[in-house]
């Protein structure tokens, strides 16, 4: 082979497949490690770095994309899920409820979001409950129903796309939440019976 | 194995981490500036907005339980002293530099009083300080300073938009003295910008404060910092007044009710017709004062619009801003 093609076939093969495996992996290496230094509880994820500027390259990467500008966890723990407690994925498709008691928090907020992290949009302009708009049973626990469809009681709308995340935010978090954020009780994620 | 295919899988892989480590230190650098360029306020200005709904997507995950103020920092060249007023619920201050890292938080508890003065520095600033702000040091000339505010219940709602318009940022020197910029809204009337459409031949007068920004379906859209009120000027086509306002305002928003139309004469005799409009933008009850001069088969309108619930409807004041309307 004369030397100019050898030159030629090698620059092109460097920059196509080099770069293509590099931006190709930046995403997937980062989530590896973003997932490896995350806490999970049941369905929930929470990364207590996040946001920090303890944060690694890598976590502030994947955070960019997902959460920008979240706060620090000395102010508030972000746990996330796109999954059920028994691991499946959350669809719109579906109907689901949360149930939990109350947190150790100044203040905490479930908020339903579509695969982007956007709103559902719905006539209500319902997103969220938060522990001032949540109504309790008499046995001391709430339930949240997700569905297309209303239901009685805490209900909020899911919207066309097709996966969807729940994001509990937990503003000043007691103690518990530091000690041991991947044990403190948290919500449950069940699929409605039926469905 | 031939030498060459050597060389080649070798500066394959060494390229593969290049672009690799390229990318994930790059992209919080760029997300942080294509987000800072969603809010709709220039550098060192306070921008605020009620809790966000569906349409509103500024960052992904907002929360829909918070009412948000920001202001888009720049302190290259001179310090920010921001002056802030606190609620009785749930509020804090977070500051963000170039990169996305959050390097200073402090919430309405840490805070010493209801009413906090902070200054902004870039690290190489020698500061004087006597009114004893918190001095907050940024790592990077730029960066996005984010306040949140809870909202326990929608009846708090205008006592937290009063307290996020009580909040001031000035831009001075970092040794001290005067501030480079005057902060607060000059007296009304007094500090006005003009805009003037060649093309359509008119021009229309608005506080200096309010932005300029581009809005589909306008010639022309300011806005306050709040970011209401606003001021659309766009032409329309509608039989009659009432047709053109509803044509106007249904491209934002619904349940449009034009009330009683008067004959007004703007201040080159131009006669035109006003009405004040109730309807509903992006959910929250909008009340509009709004001026129509017909031209040809179509109409010239201009709106000023405020959602009462943040800010309260000033008939006198929008009807002062509408009626500077002029044809050259």
Not at chain 1, 80 to 95: H, P, V
Not at chain 2, 85 to 113: E, H, K, L, V
Not at chain 2, 141 to 150: A, K, P, Q, V
Not at chain 2, 220 to 238: D, H, K, N, Q
Request: charged share 20%.
């Amino acid at each position: 082979m004369k030397t100019w093609v050898k030159v030629i076939t090698s620059v092109l093969i460097v920059i196509a497949v080099g770069g293509g495996l590099g931006y190709g992996s930046s995403y997937k290496i980062g989530r590896a490690i973003y997932d490896a230094e995350a806490v999970h509880n049941g369905p929930w994820t929470t990364n207590l770095i996040q946001g920090s500027t303890a944060q690694d390259i890598y976590t502030r990467y994947v955070i960019s994309i997902w959460a920008v500008m979240a706060l620090p966890r000395q102010e508030t723990l972000y746990y996330g899920t796109y999954r059920t407690d028994s691991g499946e994925q959350l669809l719109t498709e579906y109907d689901y409820v949360i149930e939990g008691k109350n947190l150790d928090t100044r203040w905490w907020s479930i908020t339903v979001y579509d695969d982007e992290g956007w709103l559902f949009p719905n006539e209500l302009n319902r997103y969220s409950y938060n522990v001032d708009t949540v109504k309790f049973d008499t046995d001391g626990k709430y339930r949240i129903h997700l569905s297309r469809t209303p239901k009685e009681g805490n209900w909020l709308p899911l919207g066309n796309s097709t996966t969807f995340q729940l994001l509990l935010r937990c503003y000043n978090p007691g103690p518990i939440f530091y000690e041991k954020p991947g044990e403190v009780e948290l919500p449950h994620v069940m699929k409605e019976a039926g469905k | 194995m031939k030498k060459w295919i050597i060389w080649t899988i070798v500066a394959t892989i060494l390229f593969a981490v290049v672009v690799h480590l390229a990318t994930v230190i790059i992209t919080p650098y760029i997300v942080m500036n294509e987000a800072m360029s969603r809010f709709p306020t220039a550098p060192n200005q306070l921008g605020s907005a009620p809790p966000p709904k569906a349409a509103s997507k500024t960052i992904p995950l907002p929360s829909p339980d918070i009412a948000y103020s920001w202001c888009k920092y720049d302190v290259s060249e001179n310090a920010l002293r921001l002056r802030l007023a606190i609620p009785d619920s749930y509020w804090s201050i977070s500051f963000n530099r170039d990169n996305t890292d959050n390097y200073y938080t402090m919430n309405d508890r840490q805070a010493s009083s209801k009413n906090v003065e902070m200054l902004l520095v870039n690290k190489n600033m020698k500061v004087q300080n006597p009114s004893n702000a918190i001095v907050v040091t940024s790592p990077s000339d730029r960066g996005l300073i984010l306040i949140r505010m809870i909202v326990p219940s929608p009846d708090k709602m205008p006592e937290l938009v009063k307290i996020a318009s009580q909040a001031t940022a000035t831009v001075e020197p970092p040794g001290g003295g005067k501030p480079v910029e005057k902060p607060a809204p000059t007296p009304e009337g007094t500090a006005m910008a003009e805009y003037t459409s060649a093309e359509y031949g008119f021009s229309i007068k608005y506080p200096r404060e309010w932005q300029q920004v581009t809005y589909p379906g306008t010639i022309f859209y300011a806005r306050g910092t709040a970011p209401i009120p606003t001021l659309s000027v766009a032409i329309v086509e509608g039989a009659t007044f009432a047709d053109a306002v509803t044509a106007q305002l249904s491209k934002s928003g619904t349940d449009i009710k034009v009330g009683p139309e008067k004959e007004v004469t703007l201040k080159d005799g131009t006669k035109a017709t006003a009405a004040k409009a109730d309807w509903t933008v992006r959910g929250y009850p909008g009340e509009s004062y709004v001026v129509g001069v017909k031209k040809d088969d179509k109409w010239l309108v201009v709106t000023v619009t405020t959602i009462s619930m943040f800010l309260p409807y000033d008939e006198a004041k929008f009807s002062e801003i509408a009626h500077t309307l002029q044809f050259k």
